[in-house]
């Protein structure tokens, strides 16, 4: 009896081992941070492109550039709409938040903006900062005042919010009470979506209802100092946030796994590269990458 319940005992500890092994974990145990590129004024809102690299926007300079996957650099728009957030819908378009023009725009291939999302209720927005688009077709975008700062406008809206563009071209006010929603990202299987609030010193989740709404809202997780951006959510739910001092890191549970230190001002993070490990990030004057050491 007494070696039966030893057996017992030593199986049970042995699963929990294995499954503490097999448990999922961040991309990064032991990341190495490499500038690859520097000298621009400010830069935002990188995404990946296959088979080209990774596109990111310098607001201030009213461009995007594309870091190659041969390492070259150039410049991929010479006039952005001072753009921010970048993302690419299902049919590869590039889908641009851009400051100078207020709006949601998609670029085409005559090399011109088409209008997705400029207004609510009649009113034009602030300055869409941010986009995360559903495997439904529709598009999450954050909309702070900072694009106003530049050229000392007030907001016409009175609010800063989150919303959704439908597939039909509907614009649809989805929450307005953070004070700067910023970086904006979904859960692996979509039914949660997460906001930073950039001045509000807090990353927010909310259940996405029925593909349209969202409901719910708590506090992910706070910290003292301001200063949380774009973020991005890899395939085991990890959240992975610019902030203060670098990347941020937790489960999906909210526990905060790691910060990794990134000079300057870390503003947003692109997953790229072929085998899509690695991070990278748009801080201040340069762009960033993160991989996992050996």
Known sequence: MKLSLKLLIFWVLTGMAISCQNAPKPMFQNPVVEKVWDGFIFVEGPVWVEGKGVLFSDIPANKVYLFGIDSSLSVYLDTSGNSNGLVLDAEGNLILCQHGYRQVAQLMENGEFKSLAAKYNGMQLNSPNDIAIKSDGSMFF???????????????????????????G????LD?????PNGIAFSPDESKLYVGDSEGNAIYMWDVIDDTSIANKTVFDSIAAPGFDGMKVDANGF???SGPEGI????????????????GQTTN?????????TLYVTSGNALYRIREGE
């Open 176 to 180: 307005k009470t953070l004070n700067r």
């Open 269 to 277: 993070c692109a997953f790229g590269d072929p085998d899509g490990k």
């Open 170 to 173: 509907e614009v649809q006010l």
């Open 239 to 241: 959240i992975y946030s």
């Open 142 to 168: 954050t909309d702070p005042p900072y694009g106003l700062y530049d050229k000392r406008l007030t907001s016409d809206l009175g609010f800063n919010g989150i919303y959704r563009l439908s597939p039909e």
């Open 248 to 263: 941020w890191i937790w489960a999906p549970d909210g526990t905060h796994q790691l910060t990794i230190p990134i000079p």
